[in-house]
């Protein structure tokens, strides 16, 4: 990629190849953004659907880059993987959803977080021991915590990720399959997995009203999800009429624009789902 101005992040696609300047440019911009906590995690509520109200939050990271302004994860994940610095960064991002998460309950709000984790930290032993430490630190409880991973992660890489997902089962951590519907897992492989939680993946969901075959896949995942005791979330709700429809299909709990954009921490306790659109 051609760099201008030091912001070839701004041009960055996953798939490119990155020349040798750039590339030590970014891994030193990300080293840098590492040490100065440029990192901030930002929040989106996951609704209850029969309760009506709030059922907990997923952590999503974003940079405050010094030049370019925030840069999204989609952009800057798959590079600290390339660059051996997912594993620091994964680390960051549980320690600092645990803080924030007893700085809520400090305010008597008892609020249960998911942070998403790379294949790189589930390859990690020390993984399971890194989350306890975490929890302890700031006081959870295990329960308080969920990890997604999407589905194409937990399938493939079953002889890595089975030791983690029990160890994180045995502490009380409810593990989350991310992007149901798009890793072709069978049966047998979903119900071999100690997972708690099933999120179908954003593009049944944006099909949902218009064609028919989706409707078909979500409504037959969540019968499938719930005979092996998984609950399910439908995430990239946008419109009422997605909401009817899932709702109507007995899908669990909802998260998206329609309800709430990710936002900053400061801002999730003034949040009221009367006051959004759903
Ligand atoms: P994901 O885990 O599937 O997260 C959902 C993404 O969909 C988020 O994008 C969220 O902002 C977006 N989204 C939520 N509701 C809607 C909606 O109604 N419509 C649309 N169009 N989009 C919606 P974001 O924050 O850019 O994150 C992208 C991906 O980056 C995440 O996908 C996740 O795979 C990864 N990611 C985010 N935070 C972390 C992290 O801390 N660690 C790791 N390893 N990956 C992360
Ligand atoms: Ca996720
Ligand atoms: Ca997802
Ligand atoms: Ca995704």
Not at 47 to 56: A, F, K, L, T
Request: hydrophobic share 40%; proline share 3%.
């Amino acid at each position: 990629a051609k760099r201008t101005g030091g912001s070839s992040l701004a041009f960055f696609e996953p798939h490119m190849a990155i020349d040798t300047a750039d590339h030590l440019q970014l891994q030193s911009d990300l080293r840098q953004a590492l040490e100065d906590n440029q990192f901030e995690l930002y929040y989106q509520p996951k609704i209850h659907g029969r309760r009506h109200r709030m059922s907990g939050l997923e952590a999503l990271v974003r940079w405050n880059h010094p030049r370019l302004g925030i840069v999204g994860p989609d952009t800057f994940i798959p590079l600290a993987e390339r660059f051996g610095l997912i594993v620091r960064l994964g680390h960051w991002v549980i320690n600092e959803a645990c803080r924030q998460v007893a700085a809520w309950s400090a305010e008597g709000r008892h609020m249960r977080v998911a942070v998403n984790l790379s294949v790189h930290q589930l390859r990690e032993t020390s993984l399971v021991d890194s989350v306890e430490e975490a929890l302890r630190r700031y006081g959870l409880l295990g329960s308080q915590l969920i990890c997604e991973i999407t589905e194409s992660v937990a399938i493939q890489e079953r002889e890595v990720t089975t030791r983690t997902f029990e160890g994180l089962a045995r502490i009380g951590v409810h593990l989350s399959i991310d992007d149901f519907g798009t890793g072709y897992s069978s049966l047998s492989q979903l119900r071999d997995l100690p997972a708690r939680q099933l999120k179908i993946d954003r593009s049944f969901v944006k099909d949902i009203e218009s064609k028919e075959d989706a409707r078909a896949v979500v409504e037959a995942v969540i019968k499938l999800a719930h005979a092996l005791r998984l609950t399910v979330v439908a995430e990239g709700v946008e419109t009422q009429g997605q909401r009817d429809v899932l709702l109507r299909l007995g899908c669990d709990e909802l998260q998206g624009f329609f309800y709430a954009r990710p936002m900053r921490a400061n801002a999730v306790l003034g949040w009221s789902l009367d006051e959004s659109a759903g």
